[in-house]
């Protein structure tokens, strides 16, 4: 197991310090990157490229996912089940509309959307080989590089339910993640260290 990070190779994606990062977070950042060169760690700028499309791809694959797996919670085998219902039609319409909060159901309808005849292609298929795009792109970084650095998000954190009537803000802070996310990060964390 690795004991100290001196040599430790870290690169900086430039895609994550853009447009609307809030300057408390890119602040604590440019600290955090002079702790590590104190420290006898190499810094580099990179770029990767894809993350511009990660934001959608996550959403398309998420939603699709989302409305796939859901399905199952029909109130008689899994998840929640209503007390108001005359025939099985009331225990899956209640049973849902009781169970699923607004964000869950705003995924299933998208999730549906894009699974739907006509739009497979479109959107899922497409952003599947997105996916394989991001995945490849951070394959490649990792190889020169121990560490990624980039932020959680692109803002300091929101108060509860402050972001809950617009979704796209929300979902665009979100930016910063859903591509490692997608990639499939982290796979083996402890493999890093014992180089």
């Known amino acids: 197991m690795r004991k100290d990070i001196k040599g430790l190779k870290i690169g900086v994606p430039k895609e994550f310090f853009g447009e609307g990062m809030d300057k408390d977070v ?12 104190k420290l006898g760690v190499e810094i580099e700028e990179i ?13 398309i694959i998420a939603c699709a996912e989302a409305s796939s797996n859901l399905g199952r919670f029909d109130g008689i ?26 964000e869950v159901k705003r995924r299933i309808i998208l999730g549906t959307y894009v699974l739907s005849s006509g739009y497979y292609d479109a959107y899922y298929k497409k952003a599947q080989k997105v996916r394989t795009l991001v995945q490849n792109e951070f394959a490649k970084g990792f190889e020169k590089y121990d560490v990624l650095l980039t932020p959680t998000s692109p803002v300091t954190a929101f108060k509860f339910g402050e972001k809950s009537e617009n979704p796209l803000e929300m979902y665009l802070s979100d930016i910063c993640t859903v591509s490692v996310n997608i990639a499939g990060l982290p796979r083996n964390i402890s493999a890093m260290w014992s180089r």
């Open 26 to 37: 890119k602040s604590a950042l440019e600290k955090t990157i002079e702790v590590y060169k």
């Open 77 to 102: 085998r899994y998840g929640y089940r209503t007390n108001s219902y005359e025939n099985l039609r009331d225990i899956y319409k209640n049973s849902r509309s009781e169970g699923f909060g607004a």
């Open 47 to 59: 770029s990767l490229d894809v993350s511009n499309y990660s934001l959608a791809t996550y959403y």
